[in-house]
C-alpha cells in the first residue's frame, strides 16, 4: 500500500501502524511467563515464611525441653540429698541429749560418707593431689615447702581438696609443694 499525493502520484509506502500479531503473540507469551514466575516467587516466599517459623518454634520448644530436663535433674539430685538433710537434722537432736560422743561423731561420720557417696553418684570425684607432680590445671599452689625428702613440683599436702564433675574440675585444689633447699654460698655463710 502507498499514500498519495494531491498529484496522484504514490510517494512513500505506507507503513501500518498497528503491531503485528507476532509481536503481540510474543508480548502475551512473556507476559503470562511474568506472572508464572512472580507466583512461583510469591510460593517460594510463603514456603521460606513458614519454614522459618518452624525453626523459631522448634527453637523454642528444644530450649522448653533443656530447662524441663534440667528441672527434673536438679529435682533427683534434691531428693537424694534430702536423705542427707535428714540425718544431719538426727545427728544435731541427738547431740542435744547427754550421750556419748563418739556415737555422735560416727553418726556425723556416716552422713558424711553418704553425702560423699550421692555426690559421686552425680559425677563429682576429688583431684587428687598428694605426691602428685604439680599440674596447674587441677591445682593451685599457695604455698612452698623446702624439703629433701621429695623431688621439685610434688605435692606435698592439701589445704583444700579439689573436685571435678563428670571429669571437668570445678574446683582446683589448693596444695603446698615442694621445693628444692636454697644452696648456701660462701658469702651467705661469711655474714
Known amino acids: 500500500m502507498t499514500r498519495s499525493t494531491s498529484s496522484g502520484k504514490s ?3 505506507l507503513v501500518e501502524r498497528r503491531p503485528s500479531r507476532l509481536r503481540f503473540f510474543e508480548a502475551g507469551k512473556l507476559n503470562e511467563a511474568l506472572e508464572q514466575e512472580k507466583a512461583r516467587a ?7 515464611k513458614y519454614l522459618q517459623a518452624d525453626f ?3 527453637q523454642k520448644r528444644v530450649e522448653r525441653e533443656r530447662e524441663e530436663l534440667v528441672k527434673r535433674g536438679n529435682e533427683e539430685l534434691i531428693l537424694k540429698l534430702l536423705n542427707v538433710v535428714d540425718d544431719l537434722e538426727r545427728a544435731v537432736e541427738a547431740s542435744k541429749s547427754p550421750s556419748d560422743k563418739e556415737v555422735l561423731a560416727s553418726g556425723v561420720e556416716m552422713v558424711l560418707k553418704q553425702f560423699q557417696a550421692t555426690l ?10 598428694v605426691g602428685k607432680p604439680l599440674d596447674p590445671e587441677l591445682h593451685e599452689v599457695v604455698t612452698t615447702v623446702e624439703t629433701d625428702q621429695c623431688p621439685e613440683n610434688i605435692i606435698v599436702r592439701v589445704l583444700r581438696k579439689g573436685y571435678s564433675l563428670n571429669g571437668r574440675v570445678i574446683r582446683p585444689s589448693m ?17
Open 175 to 191: 596444695v603446698e609443694v615442694a621445693k628444692k633447699h636454697a644452696v648456701s654460698t660462701q658469702d651467705d655463710q661469711a655474714k
Open 56 to 58: 523459631e518454634n522448634y
Open 42 to 48: 510469591d510460593e517460594y516466599l510463603n514456603r521460606l
Open 120 to 129: 559421686a553418684e552425680e559425677g563429682l570425684s576429688q583431684i587428687e593431689a
Open 11 to 13: 510517494s512513500e509506502p
